[in-house]
């Protein structure tokens, strides 16, 4: 039940900001750790139960689907579900103070903890659709957290690019899902896993390609990774949280899962390898060009990302436990650079790298933290992202195939990474001429926690990485099934991957060094390389689409009437031709039992009218006509015994006429509207749609499959209907409830007629 | 138009209309007629009054408004399916019963009929109402 | 006879659809009066035509040449229906033609079209 | 009983209602007593349902199968509930939004004509018994969608009117040439006929004309063009019961008709039916993006929400068509939700459209809360009802191994989802400084309009929560749809 305790209270907790108003709220704005903090505590009791096997609840949900609300608490699920909520406290912690100054403190909240949630809930779900619908509300979450500032077209923009692109990678997982929980029959996790062998091999590839079209779109990973550094448009906190630490993440938790199903595919290897060395040197890469900090941070955000999904798809345990090392190093040093852009960003009210500067003498703690974060980020001792970069570099070496290549391109990068660490550090914390501004300098305990906080933890776990060993050891034999050992250690001796170490550090001094040199050549490569802006090119590709479909609903949706029945009458005619065709044609025999001259003699009246109809331009003819088609008809109901037919029939045509007659009085003369070549095509459809309803009927006459209910009337009309004249007992007895429906038309047209004629609104047309 | 001729026939008109309308309707079980045929024949006679007079004249006569008539008539056939369901326990079941009159003898009477005659003045009412709304409305006079 | 009926409801089906292209309102309401005419006699062409047949008993009950009395009974509720149909696209042409004074189907286009 | 009352009484309602015009008050106060009276009678008549499987009522007590028999199977009586209950909420959020001119004018008596109509359609198993409901249906609708006789109204009606009309003459022609073919009008005696029958493959040419019919009526790919003309145009009401019922109507009837015919020309259904579908689906969807009025998005997606229905009945599975039952029943509601929640923004902006729409998610919070529930819905988010009908319609194509339809399925849901997007962004969040000026006079939203709202906004979570109940419910119905000798057994002796 604490599985359920730790979503569910995140989801109703927002349900207490009813109680305050906004202010009170940030009177009191340590409540909001409250609910972190039990999870925290529902984790370290998970803590002591694991050790004794993984937590599993069952809920029904629509089993008649298969579907059932599994929660799973693994070793793997518990670091992930950890990681989330303490950097969660923190990031809430940092929140409390830094959203202080914005208008709907609330409402932020509100998602930020149904994001959490959803997050908990994707790492804790044990079946593929819980793990789905907590996949989409963190899209929609991200979504309404990147549009914070929704009055500023650049955050909607940013925020509509991010959810179209999740949620269309949520369609592909969400389609992967069902196809995997169709073949495997159910969709618990460790039941579609476990089937992986007997699996037909076809459709598992193109499965594979939509799980990593969804992992790969939450993940930021290239083609798909434009959408992070939009998504910086969110607050800061939303930053630090969503799109470095836990949301991004949500993609490689789904590949970790599914490596172990995955992994045997050759091209799992190739794809995300390939993918993820592109996304890394792509992300650092990119990031030397940018100004802005947050910027900054996102592309090497996304070069971490693009790092991590290689390791996978290297897929040695060596990889995988770098993997899992690198996702920890990562998520502390990120987290704790951008609250620490915050907090520089209140102080100085900039985020903008040229502008800031001389933070050493105002601030020395921002810069001490800082600082160590970005040693860990450079991968440079004694941070733990030292230990992360070295476990790499070995798990890279150590691998077979194209791995060696990718080592070497990792080492570029992380001198990228490396340079940018010492970029960072120099503008900001040293002098550069800029005036000190005269914004208030001090930081606020509650927003430097956090860094502080994860600072030390790196620090500490940097100085002693063997206290890990045990526990990314039990992570990784519930990811391969297979019992691992593994030694995490500061030292490793003289080796191939301390003199990469050095190299890379080396590499990024002489970036530095040499800035003002290899700037200018960096920046036209860049120039050539991204001539095209994805983010850009979405917005277009999305103008585009709208005016697509502009232009096609104008052609379809065009608003002439008679085009529209053209369409229906064509559609009608394909359809019964085909029909014809692939039934055989019936050829008419001519029958004269039943003809007599009066019929024939009417008939030819009528087709005559009929041509008058269409043929005249006087309204006084049509209408003539019109009432002579009727009475024709009633004569042929006549000859043929259908005497209250006629009558019927007679009554409501003159009826019809003289409405008719009365309307016209005020209707102008038929104009000749079309021209020839238009008749003419309209004749020809009508023309075909008369011969193919002849065919029709001839053939309907053809088939005679039983007898008529009818006989039944015939039969008891007269003895339980009580009356002689069979159709009207048929009327008013045996289908009495036509007969009631069709005194409700009438009544219905004639009251609706009162209206129409009588009522009209007196406001002006509205719409 | 002339209306004289109108506004002179339209009294004697309409009463034959009535009777024949009546005549009509009765039979209906038996040979041709019934309650629609014999709805647009009484109809008639009230058209025929407000197209030679005026519609408010029409509708004077009418007693009531066109529109009640078919309230009336709906209500008339909804309760004629009253009785099969208390007897038979299947609504709109046909019940009959024979009634003894001096001068016309037996005559069988049953929901049928009272449903046919739901359907005269329903249809009674949707007709006139109908000529009505457009004379009244197109200005006929 | 068919023969002739189903042609007869073939030209019917066909001068309606011609009048139903037409950009006129009051020709659209003309063609759908003589399609409803074709079907009317579509459902009659069911009941087997019978010449001269009736669809009444004798006093008795016993009965001479008995046509299907089953599609005129539909017949006549379709009239009606039908009827009642035309009066109300009748009210509804004229109020249209009140409030935009055209006649032109080619020129409401406002609905659609944004 | 029961049964017929489905019909008698909205029709005496609508004759009360009818009456009572003039007293207002007593007039809405009536229609809401009638409103829920018919959801108590169709609650029991699902119940009775689940115990006897059929309900059936030969009228007249004539013998089977020359009378007209009503039956009633869990997808009619599921049916009957949800539009009983749509009318209900429908004339709740009229109490204050309709002006006492509607109400003067018929307004409620057209409603439960109109209910009464569809009640009759969904009940009855007879074929020209189901052409005069879809009359007393097209009339009632024909009335209401010209209420108020505005010229954009007129000039949508002209086309509706015209299009529905042609819909039931090719229905009633269908009608008789199968009459001439097989003699009997009864649906379950047609299927006990034909399945008899050497030449059953015949009677295609006929379900032709039955096909154009419900087609146009349902408003599938080349038949819809009547509905994204006139559905914005009358009274936002009037609109959402449209949109609830109509061509929902003509998709149940499509349902009821193709299992009868289904069977006998397996192979071309199913490619024509996929095909119709995907097109539906895929021009529906494409027409709606590039719209800027709310009314006519979501106009526009009620023609590609129709192809999901028809994707799940083309694949003719168990699964499938429950799948498609509950898509219509989540479509329903949602969509019947939406257009209020449009109704509750032109109320509170006085415009429909985007382009003059802004900033409503700062000055109307809890309008954002309601729209994002049937939005999310319509778009098929999580843990929404409309994802079930995603999820379901995507098992049951993957189960019958169309994977192209099953493609494209998921490919229009991307693209409703970025239609309501849209409405999201330029409604709700884009910054317009005349709305922010031109809200502060408007009144607040009273408490008959938002309740319907809230109420179907909950009835969206629970369809997508609770769906287990619902679903084994639909699945029994889509077998018992697929039982044609259940069918025909339970019509010829009933209980």
């Known amino acids: 039940m604490l599985t359920m305790l730790s979503i569910g209270i995140l989801a109703i907790f927002p349900l207490l900001f009813i109680l305050f108003d906004e202010e009170q709220l940030k009177k009191h704005r340590y409540v909001l750790l409250l609910p972190l903090l039990v999870n925290i505590l529902a984790g370290t009791i998970w803590f002591f139960q694991l050790q004794t096997g993984p937590i599993e609840h069952h809920f029904q949900w629509i089993t008649i689907l298969n579907i059932e609300t599994i929660f799973r608490v693994d070793w793997f699920s518990w670091y992930f579900f950890m990681l989330i909520n303490v950097i969660g406290l923190m990031v809430f912690l940092y929140a409390s103070a830094y959203m202080k100054s914005y208008d709907g403190y609330k409402r932020f909240f509100t998602f930020l903890y149904i994001f959490t949630a959803a997050m908990n809930g994707i790492v804790l779900a044990g079946d593929l659709i819980t793990l789905f619908v907590f996949w989409e509300l963190t899209s929609i979450c991200s979504f309404l957290l990147i549009g914070f500032n929704h009055r500023e077209a650049n955050s909607r923009n940013a925020s509509l690019t991010a959810l179209l692109i999740t949620a269309a990678g949520g369609l592909a997982l969400l389609t992967a899902v069902i196809w995997l929980g169709n073949l495997a029959g159910s969709y618990d996790i460790q039941k579609v896993l476990n089937l992986s062998n007997a699996l037909h091999r076809d459709s598992l590839i193109i499965i594979f390609i939509l799980i990593i079209i969804g992992a790969f779109t939450k993940s930021a990973q290239f083609p798909f990774h434009f959408w992070l550094p939009g998504a910086m448009q969110a607050p800061t906190p939303v930053s630090a949280f969503l799109h470095s630490a836990t949301m991004v993440k949500a993609g490689i938790y789904l590949l970790f899962r599914f490596t172990p199903m995955m992994g045997e595919m050759v091209h799992w290897y190739y794809v995300l390898s390939l993918t993820g060395v592109i996304t890394m040197l792509l992300g650092s890469f990119s990031a030397l060009f940018q100004s802005d900090l947050k910027k900054i941070l996102a592309y090497t955000t996304i070069s971490a990302l693009g790092t991590i999904v290689m390791l996978i798809g290297i897929d040695t345990k060596m990889s995988i436990k770098a993997a899992l090392v690198f996702l920890l190093v990562h998520a502390l040093y990120k987290a704790s650079l951008f609250m620490l852009t915050g907090v520089i960003d209140k102080i100085k009210g900039t985020r903008e790298l040229k502008e800031i500067g001389n933070l050493w003498k105002s601030n020395p703690v921002i810069c001490i933290v800082a600082i160590l974060s970005l040693l860990s980020m450079a991968g440079l001792p004694p941070m733990l992202g030292f230990i992360g970069k070295e476990v790499m570099y070995d798990a890279k070496f150590q691998a077979p195939g194209i791995a060696r290549l990718m080592l070497l391109l990792s080492v570029i990068s992380n001198a990228f990474m490396v340079f940018i660490s010492i970029k960072l550090m120099v503008l900001l914390f040293l002098p550069n001429g800029n005036q000190p501004s005269s914004h208030s300098s001090k930081s606020k305990p509650a927003m430097m926690a956090g860094p502080v906080a994860f600072t030390i933890i790196a620090f500490v776990f940097g100085l002693a990485p063997y206290s890990l060993s045990d526990f990314f050891g039990n992570i990784l034999s519930q990811i391969t099934f297979t019992p691992v050992q593994i030694q995490l250690k500061m030292w490793h001796g003289f080796n191939v991957v301390f003199v990469l170490s050095l190299a890379t550090i080396l590499l990024g001094l002489l970036l530095w060094i040499f800035e003002n040199r290899i700037t200018g050549l960096f920046l036209k490569i860049y120039r050539n390389l991204f001539t095209i802006n994805l983010t850009h090119s979405f917005q277009h590709i999305i103008q585009y689409f709208l005016k697509f479909t502009k232009i096609q609903t104008n052609r379809i949706q065009h608003g002439v009437h008679r085009y529209y029945l053209m369409i229906i009458f064509l559609f009608s005619i394909a359809y019964i031709w085909w029909k014809l065709l692939m039934t055989g044609l019936y050829v008419p025999t001519f029958n004269t039992e039943n003809v007599s001259l009066l019929t024939v003699v009417v008939t030819s009246i009528m087709l005559l009218t009929v041509g008058l109809i269409v043929t005249t331009r006087s309204r006084v003819v049509a209408v003539v006509a019109l009432a002579l088609i009727g009475y024709g008809i009633a004569l042929l109901f006549m000859t043929y015994g259908a005497i209250d037919l006629a009558i019927t029939q007679i009554i409501a045509d003159t009826l019809t006429m003289i409405i008719f007659v009365i309307v016209l009085q005020k209707l102008p003369r038929f104009a000749r509207l079309s021209s020839k070549r238009s008749r003419m095509r309209d004749a020809l459809i009508a023309l075909s749609v008369g011969l193919s309803i002849t065919l029709l009927i001839l053939k309907a006459d053809m088939v005679n499959i039983h007898q008529p209910v009818s006989d039944y009337f015939v039969e008891n009309s007269l003895t339980k209907g009580k009356g002689q004249n069979i159709v009207n007992v048929i009327l008013v007895d045996f289908r009495s409830l036509d007969t009631l429906g069709e005194i409700t038309v009438l009544a219905v047209a004639a009251i609706g007629i009162a209206t129409m004629l009588s009522f009209t609104l007196n406001k002006k047309s509205h719409g | ?141 | 006879m068919e023969l002739i009926l189903a042609i007869l409801i073939g030209v019917l089906f066909a001068a309606g659809t011609y009048l139903l292209l037409r950009r006129s309102i009051v020709k659209l309401v003309m063609g759908i009066v003589l399609i409803s005419y074709a079907t009317n006699l579509i459902l009659f062409n069911a009941s087997g035509l019978v010449q001269n047949g009736l669809a009444f008993l004798n006093k008795d009950g016993s009965y001479d040449k008995m046509t299907d009395p089953l599609p005129q009974a539909l017949i006549l509720t379709a009239i009606v229906i039908g009827f009642g149909l035309t009066a109300f696209l009748l009210a509804l042409k004229y109020k249209f033609f009140k409030i935009t004074g055209t006649d032109d189907l080619d020129q409401l286009k406002e609905t659609d079209a944004s | 009983m029961m049964i017929l009352s489905n019909i008698l009484l909205p029709l005496l309602f609508a004759i009360v209602t009818a009456m009572l015009r003039k007293q207002i008050t007593a007039l809405k106060w009536s229609a809401l007593i009638f409103a829920v009276a018919l959801v108590v009678l169709n609650g029991i008549i699902i119940d009775k349902v689940s115990q006897f499987d059929y309900l059936v009522v030969q009228v007249g007590n004539w013998e089977f199968p020359h009378g007209i028999t009503l039956a009633v199977d869990r997808l009619s009586a599921v049916m009957l509930f949800i539009s009983s209950t749509i009318v209900l909420f429908v004339i709740i959020y009229s109490w204050h939004t309709m002006t006492t001119e509607y109400f003067k004018n018929y307004y409620l008596t057209f409603v439960f004509a109109l209910l009464m109509g569809v009640n009759g359609a969904f009940t009855t198993s007879d074929l020209f018994n189901l052409y005069v409901w879809y009359e007393v249906m097209i009339m009632s609708s024909f009335v209401l969608i010209t209420l108020g006789n505005t010229k954009e109204q007129l000039t949508g009606a002209v086309k509706y009117v015209t299009m529905n009309i042609l819909s039931s003459l090719f229905f009633l022609a269908g009608i008789g040439l199968l009459y001439a073919k097989t003699g009997t009008l009864n649906m379950a005696d047609l299927a006990q006929k034909l399945t008899l029958s050497q030449d059953a493959a015949l009677i295609n040419s006929t379900a032709i004309l039955f096909f154009i019919g419900f087609g146009i009526k349902s408003a599938i790919f080349p038949l819809f063009f009547w509905l994204p003309a006139s559905y914005h145009t009358p009274p936002l009401p009037i609109t959402a019961l449209f949109s609830g019922l109509l061509t929902k109507v003509g998709v149940y009837s499509l349902l009821r008709f193709l299992s009868i015919i289904y069977i006998h020309d397996k192979l071309f259904w199913q490619v024509f039916l996929l095909t119709i579908a995907g097109l539906t689906m895929v021009i529906g969807v494409l027409t709606a993006a590039s719209q800027y009025e709310i009314r006519r998005i979501l106009s526009f997606h009620i023609v590609s929400q129709i192809g999901y229905m028809i994707l799940g009945l083309a694949l003719f599975t168990p699964l499938g068509i429950a799948a498609a039952i509950y898509y219509m029943l989540h479509n329903i509601v949602a969509k019947t939700n939406a257009f209020l929640v449009a109704g509750l923004i032109e109320h509170q902006t006085g415009t429909f459209h985007l382009k003059k729409l802004g900033n409503l998610f700062k000055t109307r919070p809890w309008l954002a809360l309601f729209f994002a529930i049937p939005a999310l819905g319509l778009a098929g988010f999580p843990p929404f009802s409309g994802f079930i009908g995603k999820l379901s319609v995507i098992q049951a194509s993957i189960e019958s191994q169309q994977y192209i339809i099953m493609t494209v399925a998921v490919i229009v849901s991307f693209f409703t989802l970025f239609s309501m997007i849209k409405i999201w962004m330029e409604g709700f969040w884009k910054e317009n400084q005349e709305t922010d000026e031109s809200i502060l006079g408007k009144p607040k939203l009273h408490f008959s309009s938002v309740l319907p709202v809230a109420f179907m906004g909950i009835i969206t979570i629970a369809m997508g929560l609770m769906a287990q109940p619902l679903f084994e419910f639909l699945l029994k119905a889509s077998n018992q749809l697929l039982d044609m000798d259940g069918y025909y057994n339970a019509l010829k002796s009933p209980l």
């Open chain 2, 1 to 141: 138009m002339d209306k004289t001729v109108l506004q002179l026939a339209y009294k004697p008109l309409r009463v034959i209309l009535i009777i024949v309308s009546m005549y009509y309707f009765l039979r209906g079980h038996n040979s041709p007629g019934g309650g629609f045929i014999g709805a647009l024949i009484l109809s008639a006679g009230f058209i025929f009054q407000a197209m030679a007079v005026n519609t408010n004249s029409a509708r004077r006569s009418m007693l009531i408004e066109p529109e009640w008539y078919i309230h009336i008539g709906l209500l008339m056939s909804i309760v004629s399916s009253i009785p099969g369901w208390i007897y038979v326990n299947t609504p709109m079941t046909g019940v009959w019963t024979t009634i003894n009159l001096p001068l016309a003898g037996d005559i069988k009477l049953g929901t049928p009929l009272l449903f046919d005659l739901g359907v005269y003045v329903c249809v009674f009412g949707v007709v006139t109402s109908m000529s009505f709304q457009f004379l009244k409305h197109i200005k006929w006079n």
